[in-house]
Nanobody, 126 residues
Framework: QVQLIESGGGLVQAGDTLRLSCAAS????????MAWFRQAPGKERAFVGS????????YYANSVKGRFTISLANAKNTVYLQMNSLKPEDTAVYYC???????????????????WGQGTQVTVSS
């Protein structure tokens, strides 16, 4: 069973930058897509961004477009989320996800992904 291991969360101030990483435990694992979701207290898990395994296709939630960038490492078993100009409303637990079974047709839907990380806390103070 492939595990996704996230790192990079923390406490920052508004306007700061943070980079999250997510590595698959199996370096040879292949996925159709990888994505980041987040969940704030009392809210449902929400889509942040996704990237196809080729790295050519990326999608972002409107709330982060222009501030966040998702990318894949050359080895393609690690996905990053570069977060710039952070806002207090970005505070949430961030989850990495991977689609290992089928091509993703709705990248913003949680059901498309069958592997999930344990989550990493990002807190942005005002």
């Amino acid at each position: 069973q492939v595990q996704l291991i996230e790192s990079g969360g923390g406490l920052v101030q508004a306007g700061d930058t943070l980079r999250l990483s997510c590595a698959a435990s199996d370096a040879t694992a292949k996925f159709y897509a990888m994505a980041w979701f987040r969940q704030a207290p009392g809210k449902e898990r929400a889509f942040v961004g996704s990237i196809s395994w080729s790295g050519y296709m990326t999608y972002y939630a409107n709330s982060v477009k222009g501030r966040f960038t998702i990318s894949l490492a050359n080895a393609k078993n690690t996905v990053y989320l570069q977060m710039n100009s952070l806002k207090p409303e970005d505070t949430a637990v961030y989850y990495c996800a991977a689609a290992g079974d089928t091509i993703v047709s709705e990248p913003e839907a949680t059901y498309e992904y069958n592997y999930w990380g344990q989550g990493t806390q990002v807190t942005v103070s005002s």
